[in-house]
């Protein structure tokens, strides 16, 4: 995956409160919740409403049958809440259409957090899977899946799960020179992707001495931790 290139210095990130969770609604679109909306290179010309709708309670993305080129993105972006925390980004999605330029960058659909301890990001085509700069994995990405990337602040390490299945294990997250932030969709401009994503959420997770403050969340986060 060592040429899945994402262009974030460029990203324009948006304000959030510290400690807050984040949580799409799958009923608007993202620039209607705080995103931003960036597309560059081969797909700098197409506008939002070209790519993305939501309906029937999901973000469909819609690439197919646009152009090809060496490099591009469309994406989502926005500020992330917790950079100096421990994190869980899970999100449900399906890969329904794929058209490719090559298999130099086939990730038509990836997720990424940008924190001040490290970098994740999970590149997703039809048939592979691959964390940044690691070698793919073969999957189904046809099939309706969820994924789950959680940081880990004190040992800068981030663990990726699939369908509750851990895939990688204290993976060491790299450092980039780049904005704080989190990021979906499309990151390459070689590969032309449709999917569905059902569901995505960034949260925090606290340390056990973390104040009361956010005891009204733990509850909830233990329930996280168990799926």
């Given at each position: 995956m060592q040429k899945f290139h994402v262009v974030l210095s460029a990203l324009a990130l948006l304000g959030a409160t510290v400690g807050q969770a984040l949580?799409?609604?799958m009923t608007k679109l993202p620039t209607q919740?705080?995103?931003?909306?960036?597309?560059?290179?081969?797909?700098?010309?197409?506008?939002?409403s070209q790519v993305f709708d939501a309906s029937g309670g999901a973000l469909h993305q819609k690439l197919t049958g646009t152009a090809y080129g060496g490099s591009g993105y469309v994406l989502y972006s926005r500020a992330h809440p917790m950079p100096d925390s421990?994190?869980?980004?899970?999100?449900?999605?399906?890969?329904?259409?794929?058209?490719r330029m090559s298999n130099?960058?086939?990730?038509?659909l990836s997720f990424g957090v940008v924190t001040h301890y490290g970098y994740a990001l999970i590149g997703i085509a039809s048939d592979r899977w691959a964390l940044y700069n690691q070698n793919a994995v073969a999957f189904n990405g046809f099939d309706t899946h969820t994924y789950r990337l959680v940081g880990h602040q004190a040992t800068k390490t981030v663990d990726f799960?699939?369908?509750?299945?851990?895939?990688?294990?204290?993976?060491?997250?790299?450092?980039?020179?780049?904005?704080?932030?989190?990021f979906f969709a499309d990151a390459t401009g070689y590969t032309n992707t449709d999917a569905?994503?059902?569901?995505?959420?960034?949260?925090?997770?606290?340390?056990p001495a973390t104040s009361l403050l956010v005891l009204g969340v733990v509850p909830f986060l233990r329930r996280r931790k168990k799926a």
């Open positions: 949580t799409l609604d919740q705080g995103w931003s909306y960036l597309a560059a290179g081969n797909r700098a010309g197409l506008q939002e421990d994190f869980v980004l899970e999100a449900v999605a399906q890969i329904s259409a794929e058209e130099v960058s086939p990730y038509g799960w699939i369908d509750g299945v851990e895939q990688v294990k204290d993976f060491a997250m790299p450092q980039i020179d780049s904005d704080l932030g989190l569905s994503l059902l569901s995505y959420s960034v949260n925090a997770v606290p340390e």
